[in-house]
């Protein structure tokens, strides 16, 4: 069992930055896979970015890559999600996830473990 709380949302300029950390309860956070995830006003949730146990292999939606960044640090128990140039269609609810795994887990694998999430704005 993992418990994941997120931080670090809030509101920004367009072309702005921001990092959300996540971070992990318990002793094995090394274990687990994890995951970003974003919904925005009626709309569905969506995925946005995953990395392996180790941090060596991730993967982005296509409407991030290249401005989002996914890392970790086992050592602290944190995954972090570092977005650049963030555009108004970025606002949402972001939500941490992990599951049991050693890949880099894309939107069609099931996820167990959410956090609550943290609102990101982007407007001027």
């Known amino acids: 069992q993992v418990q994941l709380v997120e931080s670090g949302g809030g509101l920004v300029q367009p072309g702005g930055s921001l990092r959300l950390s996540c971070a992990a309860s318990?002793?094995?956070?090394?274990?687990?896979?994890m995951g970003w995830f974003r919904q925005a006003p009626g709309k569905e949730r969506e995925f946005v970015a995953a990395?392996?146990?180790?941090?060596?292999?991730?993967y982005y939606a296509d409407s991030v890559k290249g401005r989002f960044t996914i890392s970790r640090d086992n050592a602290k128990s944190t995954v972090y999600l570092q977005m650049n140039s963030l555009k108004p269609e970025d606002t949402a609810v972001y939500y941490c996830a992990a599951r049991s795994g050693i890949y880099a887990y894309g939107p069609e694998f099931k996820y167990d473990y959410w956090g609550q999430g943290t609102q990101v704005t982007v407007s001027s």
């Open positions: 318990g002793r094995t956070f090394s274990t687990y896979a």
């Open positions: 990395i392996n146990w180790s941090g060596g292999s991730t």
